[in-house]
T-cell receptor, first 110, second 113 residues
Framework: AQRVTQPEKLLSVFKGAPVELKCNYS??????LFWYVQYSRQRLQLLLR??SRESIKGFTADLNKGETSFHLKKPFAQEEDSAMYYC????????????FGRGTQLTVWP | DAGVIQSPRHEVTEMGQEVTLRCKPI?????LFWYRQTMMRGLELLIY????????DSGMPEDRFSAKMPNASFSTLKIQPSEPRDSAVYFC???????????FGEGSRLTVL
């Protein structure tokens, strides 16, 4: 069963435009949610996690339990934001098992 | 620290051959994970270790796959015999605790002909 869904494989915006990368999950408990990012020729790395409630590189993500979503947002996209973004989930009952979505390739055009 | 180190970066082999992928986690990390990435299935957890002990290997596809962690600084993922459907990028990652930030290696791209 697909636990993390990222409906868009590809997303393109122009520099300065707002961007939202969608992530929906299926889990009835209290999940821990993450966004990982892979820039070109770099390693997959953590961008942010919902319990931190941080803004990293201008990105924020809010956990909406009612809609079971954890969308990643940035008000003004930059060219250097172009990358592959993965939403991921840990269920409380299976610590260590991180479920990844299929990823969204974001391209920010100049 | 150089981060998680994986070798080889690329491997091309023929069906039926044995493949061994290697990983050195970040020093001090007690958890080590092996992931496989394919177009069809995305990133899947194969197995993870805590203090060198396998904790969850339910993601290992079949008996052809085996993983070991003989000490805190080294792990291997072995496929014997390899098949074309094993072609994928295999990632190793490590972390301080099971729900913590994962630090990934650069991956080993395996092609089985």
């Amino acid at each position: 069963a697909q636990r993390v869904t990222q409906p868009e494989k590809l997303l393109s915006v122009f520099k300065g435009a707002p961007v939202e990368l969608k992530c929906n999950y299926s889990y009835s408990g209290s999940p821990e949610l993450f966004w990982y990012v892979q820039y070109s020729r770099q390693r997959l790395q953590l961008l942010l996690r919902h319990i931190s409630r941080e803004s990293i590189k201008g990105f924020t993500a809010d956990l909406n339990k009612g809609e079971t979503s954890f969308h990643l947002k940035k008000p003004f996209a930059q060219e250097e934001d172009s990358a592959m973004y993965y939403c991921a989930l840990i269920r409380g009952s299976t610590l260590g098992r991180l479920y990844f979505g299929r990823g969204t390739q974001l391209t920010v055009w100049p | 620290d150089a981060g998680v180190i994986q070798s080889p970066r690329h491997e091309v082999t023929e069906m039926g051959q044995e493949v061994t992928l290697r990983c050195k986690p970040i020093s001090g990390h007690d958890y080590l994970f092996w992931y496989r990435q394919t177009m069809m299935r995305g990133l899947e957890l194969l197995i993870y270790f805590n203090n060198n002990v396998p904790i969850d290997d339910s993601g290992m596809p079949e008996d052809r796959f085996s993983a070991k962690m003989p000490n805190a600084s080294f792990s291997t993922l072995k496929i014997q015999p390899s098949e074309p459907r094993d072609s994928a990028v295999y990632f190793c990652a490590s972390s301080f605790w099971p729900a913590g930030e994962l630090f990934f290696g650069e991956g080993s791209r395996l092609t089985v002909l």
